[in-house]
């Protein structure tokens, strides 16, 4: 089991940047996909980016790609999300993720464990 614990959200101005954080509790992080999902108020929750156990491959949802980096430490038990040239369409509160499973998935239903969401708010 793991406990994850996101970090970092705030307000932006449009075009700024943002990096949040995920902190993951246990022994076996370097065991899960990693992924962070977002939902903007009366919108269903939706896929950001994921990154595999050992880093080495990662994807974006379209609406990201080239603005957000995901990225993960497993020697820290962290994963991070940079956010660069932040639109007000990104306003959402953002959750962490982790899969036991270990493909990699763009559902939410395939994530056991969720952190208690950071807000992220870009204002125009």
């Known amino acids: 089991q793991v406990q994850l614990v996101e970090s970092g959200g705030g307000l932006v101005q449009a075009g700024g940047s943002l990096r949040l954080s995920c902190a993951a509790s246990g022994r076996t992080f370097s065991s899960y996909v990693m992924a962070w999902f977002r939902q903007a108020p009366g919108k269903e929750r939706e896929f950001v980016a994921f990154i595999t156990r050992s880093g080495g491959s990662r994807d974006y949802a379209d609406s990201v790609k080239g603005r957000f980096t995901i990225s993960r430490d497993n020697a820290k038990n962290m994963v991070s999300l940079q956010m660069n040239s932040l639109k007000p369409e990104d306003t959402a509160v953002y959750y962490c993720?982790?899969?036991?499973?270990?493909?990699?998935?763009?559902?939410?239903?395939?994530?056991?464990?969720w952190g208690q969401g950071t807000q992220v708010t870009v204002a125009s």
């Open positions: 993720a982790a899969d036991s499973g270990g493909l990699g998935y763009r559902t939410a239903i395939k994530y056991d464990y």
